[in-house]
């Protein structure tokens, strides 16, 4: 079964608006990953937020960690058309073979 | 710096051929992965290699699939015989080392007829 589930499965916001995507995990983890995808292409890389950190930002990026509720949210503010995409959490778990595990995405579409 | 790169980009082929699909990590990396995404099903782990050596692959769904690196430039994703159920997109990814964030090649479609 997944490890990471997004909520919500599909966004649409207007441009200049802030996207919310978050993200619940079941067991105990090492990091946890953000990515995105554009049509076509391959995953990149967003951030990492370790598991003994809260909040992290990388420009219009903010990302927050709750080990507690096994839960994260991925904030993008000031949204662009250039933001459409689909987003994943990955998990790499505990004590595991870090490899990591992803969910299945939010697909955000940034309208002009 | 060139990011990772796959090939072919794009595969159709019939039920029962073989399928090779190739990858160049990027250079310096330790760690090569496989993965394959479907609407149905998501991304998924096939396989990942630690220092050109398989470390976990019970992601390959059976015996048809294989995956080497022969070193640390190269590796490849075998489908033998290839069925319709097999069609997707394939990923290679690569990273410094396991569990740091990955690199992504574009992947190739596969559609097997």
């Known amino acids: 079964s997944q490890q990471g589930e997004e909520d919500p499965q599909a966004l649409s916001i207007q441009e200049g608006e802030n996207a919310t995507m978050n993200c619940s995990y079941k067991?105990?983890?090492?990091?946890l990953q953000w990515y995105r995808q554009n049509s076509g292409r391959g995953l990149v890389h967003l951030i990492l937020i370790r598991s003994n950190e809260r909040e992290k930002h990388s420009g219009r990026l903010r990302v927050t960690l709750d080990t507690s509720k096994k839960s994260s949210s991925l904030l993008i503010t000031a949204s662009r058309a250039a933001d459409t995409a689909s987003y994943f959490c990955?998990?790499?778990?505990?004590?595991?073979?870090?490899?990591?595990?992803f969910g299945k995405g939010t697909k955000l579409t940034v309208n002009p | 710096d060139a990011g990772v790169i796959q090939s072919p980009r794009h595969e159709v082929t019939e039920m029962g051929q073989e399928v090779t699909l190739r990858c160049k990590p990027i250079s310096g990396h330790n760690s090569l992965f496989w993965y394959r995404q479907t609407m149905m099903r998501g991304l998924e782990l096939l396989i990942y290699?630690?220092?050109?050596?398989?470390?976990?692959d019970s992601g390959m769904p059976e015996d048809r699939f294989s995956a080497k690196m022969p070193n640390a430039s190269f590796s490849t994703l075998k489908i033998q015989p290839s069925e319709p159920r097999d069609s997707a997109v394939y990923f290679c990814?690569?990273?410094?080392?396991?569990?740091?964030?990955?690199?992504f090649g574009d992947g190739t479609r596969l559609s097997i007829l």
């Open positions: 067991t105990s983890i090492n990091n």
């Open positions: 990955a998990t790499v778990l505990q004590g595991g073979s870090e490899k990591l595990v």
């Open positions: 290699f630690n220092n050109n050596v398989p470390i976990d």
């Open positions: 990814a690569s990273s410094l080392v396991v569990g740091q964030p990955q690199h």
